[in-house]
């Protein structure tokens, strides 16, 4: 193995399982994602470092390959369940507290080790949380890269406060023409937007077969997400999302459903247990099928690519709705009406919360969400699990909490 | 009683007897949560703006029920203050996302789980920027403009540009007085401890802003007289976020450290820089508030980083110490970078982490003791 193929091997060998995959969809998605940016390492192209609230659109116009390090440090976890505990267990030793949020510190520690290709850019919004903000500082201050932060008001309105998202958005768009050293093709964006917005139809679509009762397909429609991380605005990326939706209805008009008696519907307002990804699978053994969840949750508008303008202030909008992104810029509400909306919608009897350690904004919601949720007689269940670290809370320890919850919603 | 005597009672009790009297002259005090809140704007409205602190809380039972175990233990106090009815002096409350911690707890004041003294009782979350740039300071002005009229439309009052200058001259010498202290502190025999200068920033957000001036002016003529502190075994610089409880610097200072100068928002954060005087007050106080030396909330590091190293300078530091409630993950990333920066430089530095009430003394006293023992002055 050479030098350049011994880094990342991890991420590699995933590649390398992924690679011969021709039929559109998510693995190929992942594919073309992993081949991009190992093309990018070998060839010295600059990388771009996306979090994971920052979807791709002005990058596929630039032609600048995104890395958004949460994905990097997810996927690897599909391969092995330990993969990120060496990097988190490095940032911990040079002194980052351990509540940090294991992704960021796994980012962190990928870094020191040299275990994530350096950036060349980072942009990132203000939002969701602490932990963002400051280990993207961290991040500048380890790899020197240039990095601009979308600077999102606490409080959304239709005018000063969008007028100033928007100028931030613009301003990222400077920012990475200089470092990128391109000038954005506003013919091209246009048409990127619109690949976007075919592609966003797709998603919604799938969104809305996934509240059909008993349900099609378990789990949330995850394809639109990886997408807008790695390839929105790509005809790849719409062929990607086309295919997940063909899929979707194939299974609705033959009458399949996700299993054989649905008993109980789950919303899984947030991400999922990045190691564990049977979790899912077990509880519709159960018989609990997941209708909804953070992952795939998304409500946006089509961006009016009629003018420059109206094409940058639709992507700046969009840009705030972003799965987390959405829920996490501002007071509790945004959250907490969100899961409401998914539970109506998604005809949910319950939901479940993976309470990663990391997550204080949306712990943070949680009191006042159970005493409305209590109001409203929906059963919540949230219980302490990393989604990146196995070690503080096995798969065996999550099953013996999600089991006797589900088996009293199902007995009632 | 002298006035360094009356200027470190208040930091002992949540309200004081200036705060009594006030009340008792119909005064309005309005509560904020952090640093970012501009006072002169509350002062200019007539009110006493009162800087919140969980101080005399013993549990947090109440608080526990809207935050959660991964909340820090100051907003956990200070929410079952709240829910017990201890802060009844206020008339309102502003806040902002300083962090993810004091907006859910701002969160639960606005879903009505507090009692509150009054209906309508003021509540506000400032849309504070994170960028430090231009354009951040110019929605800032807004920002604060929107803020003025809404406690304008509240309470019924006008607050004329005027008087903001005259709260921006009142609240600006508050700052050079605090800085004339610190000034004092450079000293090879520094007259006031570090938890003597705490209590002192901490009055300074608890009393009407005059009476604090005045106190301040009487207790530096005072400490002229007053005999330095040099039997110490090293200088220290204290960092990090919210720290309250002066007792805790003391413990630091029982075992032969001087704190000498400080990072902390009850500390230079809140008084370091001034506002113009001459300028359109709401400007002003937009660029001051923005610009100023920034807490980790702000994207703001390396400039942070350099204010450190001078301070180190300026006060002849022998060693930094960073406090950290658990949980902080603004101060853990933030401490982290301190701490690398400080090993290039050779800067002894340690990071202390703690819980709101003082809890695991013992361990902390050996890890300073160890930690005086490496500087070896």
């Known amino acids: 193995m050479t030098e350049k193929a011994e880094k990342y091997k991890l991420h590699r060998g995933l590649y390398d399982l992924l690679k011969g995959i021709t039929q559109p969809g998510m693995m190929k998605m992942m594919a073309d994602w992993l081949g991009a940016v190992f093309s990018a390492v070998d060839e010295g192209k600059p990388i771009l470092f996306n979090q994971f609230t920052v979807f791709s659109e002005l990058m596929v116009a630039l032609d600048i390959v995104p890395l958004p390090p949460e994905l990097w440090q997810s996927s690897q976890l599909n391969v092995d369940a330990n993969a990120c505990c060496e990097s988190i267990d490095a940032a911990e030793e040079a002194g980052i507290h351990p509540e940090l949020c294991s992704a960021n510190k796994a980012i962190i520690g990928d870094i020191m080790l040299d275990k994530i290709p350096p950036p060349s850019m980072v942009v990132l919004p203000t939002f969701p949380c602490d932990n963002s903000k400051i280990t993207y500082q961290a991040v500048a201050h380890l790899t020197g890269a240039p990095t601009y932060f979308l600077d999102c008001p606490y409080w959304m309105d239709e005018g000063e406060a969008m007028d100033y998202w928007v100028n931030q958005y613009k301003g990222l768009i400077s920012f990475l023409e200089k470092h990128s050293e391109k000038k954005l093709d506003y013919d091209r964006l246009k048409e990127v937007a619109e690949e976007s917005n075919r592609c966003l139809d797709y998603w919604l679509e799938g969104l809305e077969l996934l509240k059909l009762k008993p349900l099609p397909l378990n789990g949330p429609f995850a394809s639109g997400y990886l997408a807008g991380l790695t390839a929105l605005g790509t005809p790849a990326a719409t062929e990607a999302v086309k295919a997940s939706l063909d899929e979707l209805r194939s299974r609705v008009d033959k009458g399949e459903t996700a299993v054989p008696e649905e008993k109980t519907r789950v919303i899984w307002f947030y991400y999922p247990v990045f190691w564990d990804a049977g979790l899912g699978d077990w509880m519709a053994q159960m018989g609990a099928v997941t209708a909804s969840g953070l992952v795939g949750y998304f409500n946006v508008e089509p961006i009016d690519t009629s003018t420059p303008e109206s094409t940058i202030r639709g992507l700046a909008r969009r840009a705030l709705d972003t799965p987390m992104g959405r829920q996490g810029r501002g007071a509790s509400d945004l959250w907490i009406d969100d899961c409401l909306r998914a539970v109506e919608e998604w005809k949910g009897d319950c939901v479940i919360l993976a309470g990663h350690p990391g997550c204080k904004w949306l712990m943070g919601c949680y009191g006042l969400f159970r005493d409305i949720a209590r109001e409203r007689g929906i059963p919540v269940l949230l219980w302490d699990v990393d989604l990146f670290d196995p070690r503080p809370c096995s798969g065996e320890e999550s099953r013996a909490r999600i089991e006797p919850f589900l088996n009293t919603i199902m007995a009632r | 009683m002298t006035a360094l005597e009356e200027l470190t009672k208040p930091a002992d009790t949540l309200t004081n007897p200036h705060i009594e009297r006030w009340k008792e002259k119909d005064g309005k005090v309005i509560g904020y949560y952090c640093t970012y809140v501009p006072e002169e704007i509350i002062h200019a409205a007539g009110m006493l703006p009162y800087r919140m602190r969980a101080t005399g809380s013993t549990n947090s039972e109440l608080g526990d029920l809207y935050a959660s175990h991964l909340t820090c233990t100051f907003c956990r106090h200070s929410l079952d203050q709240a829910m017990r009815g201890e802060y009844k002096f206020l008339d309102g409350l502003v806040a902002l996302f300083s962090c993810d911690h004091i907006r859910r707890m701002f969160d639960a004041w606005r879903y009505g789980k507090i009692d509150l003294p009054h209906s309508p009782f003021y509540l506000r979350c400032l849309s504070v920027p994170f960028k430090v740039d231009a354009p951040a300071v110019e929605w800032m002005a807004g920002e604060l403009d929107r803020f003025r009229r809404s406690l304008e439309d509240h309470f019924q009052v006008t607050i004329t540009n005027e008087a903001l200058r005259q709260s921006i001259k009142t609240c600006n010498e508050k700052r050079r007085l605090l800085r004339s202290l610190y000034e004092l502190r450079k000293k090879e025999a520094p007259p006031v401890t570090g938890a003597e200068a705490l209590a002192i920033v901490i009055a300074g957000s608890s009393m009407p802003v005059e009476e604090f001036n005045q106190l301040l002016k009487q207790m530096l003529g005072e400490l002229e007289g007053r005999d330095g502190f040099s039997d110490y075994r090293a200088r220290l610089l204290l960092a990090g976020g919210e720290l309250e409880n002066p007792a805790y610097i003391r413990l630091i200072e029982e075992l032969g450290g001087l704190v000498v100068t400080d990072f902390l928002c009850f500390g230079v954060r809140d008084f370091w820089d001034l506002v113009e ?63 690398w920066e400080a090993k290039k430089d050779g800067i002894p530095c340690m990071m202390l982490e703690r819980e709101y009430l003082m809890s695991a003394v013992g361990q902390m006293r050996t890890r300073v003791q160890a930690f005086l023992e490496t500087i070896r002055r």
């Open chain 2, 277 to 339: 005087e001459d300028s359109e007050p709401i400007a002003a106080l937009a660029k001051r508030y923005i610009q100023r030396v920034s807490c980790p909330r702000m994207i703001d590091h390396p400039r942070r980083d350099k204010f450190v190293r001078d301070l180190v300078k300026e006060f002849k530091v022998d060693g930094v110490i960073i406090q950290r409630l658990k949980f902080c993950d603004n101060w853990g990333c933030e401490g982290t970078m301190t701490q």
